[in-house]
């Protein structure tokens, strides 16, 4: 049974950080692109990060690229997104998905390359 299971989100103050985790199983989690994708309320879901099965590779959207760091680690079969600098635009619901991985250094941005989600977690940034 596939299972992505997000944890660390909260409430934070402008300028601050938080760091989520994605602990993944029931997959090969080497094989798989792990992503962060997050959705504000009243707004369609959007890609945030994304790292290729070695942890080599990453890939940012714009909004947060500087602010933002995703790393996975194999032995914990577990991807995080450490947030820091975080704005009151950052507030939103945090998904984590994983996605087959069609060559080594690949990493996607598109949602219809993920093939398994978590439940989300939310992280809200007061100013």
């Known amino acids: 049974q596939v299972q992505l299971v997000e944890s660390g989100g909260g409430l934070v103050q402008a300028g601050g950080s938080v760091r989520l985790s994605c602990a993944a199983s029931g997959f090969t989690f080497s094989g798989y692109v792990m992503g962060w994708f997050r959705q504000a309320a009243g707004e369609e879901r959007g890609f945030v990060a994304s790292i290729n099965r070695s942890g080599v590779n990453t890939y940012y959207a714009d909004s947060v690229k500087g602010r933002f760091t995703i790393s996975r680690d194999s032995v914990k079969n577990t991807v995080y997104l450490q947030m820091n600098s975080l704005k009151p635009d950052d507030t939103a619901v945090y998904y984590c998905?994983?996605?087959?991985?069609?060559?080594?250094?690949?990493?996607?941005?598109?949602?219809?390359?993920?093939?398994?989600w978590g439940q989300g977690t939310q992280v809200t940034v007061s100013s």
């Open positions: 998905a994983a996605a087959a991985a069609f060559g080594y250094s690949s990493v996607y941005s598109s949602q219809t390359r993920y093939n398994y």
